[in-house]
């Protein structure tokens, strides 16, 4: 089964430095992966992207499930600070599979063709959003296309998340 888990950027949570919020999804993203890898042979597939996508990425590690990294455009990562810039790269290594959508640099029409490939590539997506912000594009057009894709994770304040 292959999974993708979404969200709000890391900005978008706090910040860079851990807070409550981030450990409790943290927490639910191994949950859920535990559940899964339990129900089926499961793959992660992930951007990279900073936030909820680094931190599944993370989780997959720690739970032994492998991971597949879709990368959207050439230089995904270039306008990143050091640190992060870094990290990508260290989990860049540590997957089983990288699959470049685009060659050219960063555009609108190639974030739409990541999304794409992902909705095609997946069987589930989980996404997180909390109640000041919405679910993200690929989210919402999932939605659209695939009605039943998308579960809630199940919140350990149902305050941070909102149903889809």
Known sequence: MNIYITGNRVQDLGGFQENLLQGSIKKQIVSTL???KKEDPTTLITTLS???EQWAAEAAIQCKIPFHVYIPCK???TKWIKYSQLHYKKL???SEKIIKISDAPWSIQGMKL????IIKDVD???TFANQYLPINTLARKAKKEKINLLEKIPAEQDDYFIII
Do not use: A, T
């Not at 990541?114 to 490939?117: P, T």
């Open 114 to 117: 990541k999304d794409e490939r």
């Open 92 to 94: 860049l290594k540590l």
């Open 124 to 126: 589930i997506i989980y």
């Open 34 to 36: 535990k559940k899964h």
């Open 50 to 52: 900073l936030g909820i």
């Open 75 to 77: 230089g995904f990562e």
